[in-house]
Structure formats: C-alpha cells, structure tokens
T-cell receptor, first 113, second 113 residues
Framework: KQEVTQIPAALSVPEGENLVLNCSFT??????LQWFRQDPGKGLTSLLL?????REQTSGRLNASLDKSSGRSTLYIAASQPGDSATYLC????????????FGQGTTLQVKP | GAVVSQHPSWVICKSGTSVKIECRSL??????MFWYRQFPKQSLMLMAT?????????EQGVEKDKFLINHASLTLSTLTVTSAHPEDSSFYIC?????????FGQGTRLTVV
C-alpha cells in the first residue's frame, strides 16, 4: 500500500531564502507525482506535475524533482516571499494511473518578511 | 488545465439533515471522479471512487450508506451526506482526471450544527 510522507511538517524561513520541501513514498511503482499548494480554508492549487517518464519540472521559482528509485521527490522554492506562505502537499498517483491520489500530510511554510 | 467545479463552497446544516454536494467537470468527460475529505490540520483522505453508470467504490472505514455517491453522467458526480452529525463537519473536495492529471474542485466546507 502506497504511503506518502512529507518532512518537515512545518517550516519557518526569512524572506529571500531558498528552501527545499521533501516528500517520500514507499512504492517505487508510483506513476505520476504532483505538488499542490493549499491556503488556509481553501482548495488545492496545482503547482507542478511530474509525469512518469520525467525527472523534474520547473515553473518560475519552483522546481520539483522525482527519483523513483529512492522513493523521493523534492520541491525547491527559490527566493521565498511572504506570499509563498501556505501548506504544500505532495501526492502520488498509483501505478495504474487511475487518477486516485495518495496525499502526504503536508508541509506548512511560513515566510517571514 | 481542465476545470472542475464544486458546489456549494460552504454549507451549514442542522444535525439529522442531508446535504448534497455537486462536482462537475466543465470541459471534459470524466468516467471516474474521486471524493476526498480533509479534517482540520490534516491531509486529504480518499473517501470513494465515483464511477459513471455504476456503483461507487468506497475506501475502508467510509460508510457507503451515509455518504451516497451518484455519478449519473460523464460530467457530474454528487456526494450526499445523509443524516449529518457534527462529526461529519469537514472539508470535502472532489477531483476528476483528464489524460494523466487530476483536477480538483474548489472544495465544500460542511458545518453541521
């Protein structure tokens, strides 16, 4: 059974700092992996989707990598801003890509001005 | 990306009543949709897989008679919380898959008083 774990659970950094959020999964047969952002009381905003054959994706100041062999994904945020404060969730798609996602517990990020 | 619309965004109901939540895929057909639940400060947990034209598949521990799912068309799935109780208060969110990516609705905040 696939399990997704995110470390750390919470992170507080000063504005401008580069940071890395970690996500690990138990089943290397994961299909795709997706990173989301969730603001308090709100829904999910998709940040990056790494498809099965890819190793990383980039969008602006965000870069996500996927290493299936080690069961890890990282989300790198460059030059963090207070507006980046939110909870970041990683989620893995099962091997058969049914669209069903297994979510990690999330990392709550606070960027202090 | 594709658009999934969820309605209502929030609802308050009295204990013992039923509440229906709608999830629509606006620009693609979805034979499968998913319903998740999120309790405060926790991650999203899959409740059930909604299959167009057939019965939903429920995750372990989710009461199928309490959480009724209907997927009558390729663009609409509904979740009805029957005889709601305060412990059913939660954030409910649906998703639908297009090709290799899941798209999420805005979520519904249910408060049972």
């Amino acid at each position: 059974k696939q399990e997704v774990t995110q470390i750390p659970a919470a992170l507080s950094v000063p504005e401008g700092e580069n940071l890395v959020l970690n996500c690990s999964f138990t089943d290397s047969a994961i299909y795709n992996l997706q990173w989301f952002r969730q603001d308090p009381g709100k829904g999910l905003t998709s940040l990056l989707l790494i498809q099965s054959s890819q190793r990383e994706q980039t969008s602006g100041r965000l870069n996500a990598s996927l290493d299936k062999s080690s069961g890890r994904s990282t989300l790198y945020i460059a030059a963090s801003q207070p507006g980046d404060s939110a909870t970041y969730l990683c989620a893995g798609y099962g091997s058969s890509n049914t669209g069903k996602l297994i979510f990690g517990q999330g990392t709550t990020l606070q960027v202090k001005p | 990306g594709a658009v999934v619309s969820q309605h209502p965004s929030w609802v308050i109901c009295k204990s013992g009543t039923s509440v229906k939540i709608e999830c629509r895929s606006l620009d693609f057909q979805a034979t499968t949709m998913f319903w998740y639940r999120q309790f405060p400060k926790q991650s999203l947990m899959l409740m059930a897989t909604s299959n167009e034209g057939s019965k939903a598949t429920y995750e372990q521990g989710v009461e199928k008679d309490k959480f009724l799912i209907n997927h009558a068309s390729l663009t609409l799935s509904t979740l009805t919380v029957t005889s709601a109780h305060p412990e059913d208060s939660s954030f409910y969110i649906c998703s639908a898959s297009s090709v290799a990516e899941a798209f999420f609705g805005q979520g519904t905040r249910l408060t049972v008083v």
